[in-house]
Nanobody
Framework: VQLVESGGGMVQPGGSLKLSCVAS????????MCWVRRAPGKGPEWVSC????????LYADSVKGRFAISRDNAENTLLLQMDSLKAENTALYYC????????????????????????WGQGAQVTVSS
């Protein structure tokens, strides 16, 4: 299994970026998938999740209304559209697949604990700076 993120970069405040996470050896629309970020000097922070089939999309309060998670099933790719970016969004962004033995509701109850993921990508750096 391999998850590979791309689309990161440097952007000015108020700008936009779109992250992609291409999966191999793993069909992402069969799994609950999330984006997690790690800012410099901080622990991992959950950003957004999308359940199998896409019926449920959840966002951290700090990104709600500005970020949008989606899937391109034909390309086996998880996406994260990020608009109105702020300096505090600067971080390494990871896509991650939720543990298949963990019901999504139970995973949410854990507070999206990082131990609840089966697979992680290598991360894409997003830097928001003027």
């Amino acid at each position: 299994v391999q998850l590979v993120e791309s689309g990161g970069g440097m952007v000015q405040p108020g700008g936009s970026l779109k992250l992609s996470c291409v999966a191999s050896g793993y069909t992402i629309n069969h799994y609950d998938m999330c984006w997690v970020r790690r800012a410099p000097g901080k622990g991992p922070e959950w950003v957004s999740c999308m359940t199998t089939g896409g019926s449920v999309k959840l966002y951290a309060d700090s990104v709600k209304g500005r970020f949008a998670i989606s899937r391109d099933n034909a390309e086996n790719t998880l996406l994260l559209q990020m608009d109105s970016l702020k300096a505090e969004n600067t971080a390494l962004y990871y896509c991650a697949g939720v543990n298949t033995s963990l019901p999504f509701a139970a995973f949410v109850e854990t507070g999206y604990d990082e131990g609840g993921y089966d697979y992680w990508g290598q991360g894409a750096q997003v830097t928001v700076s003027s």
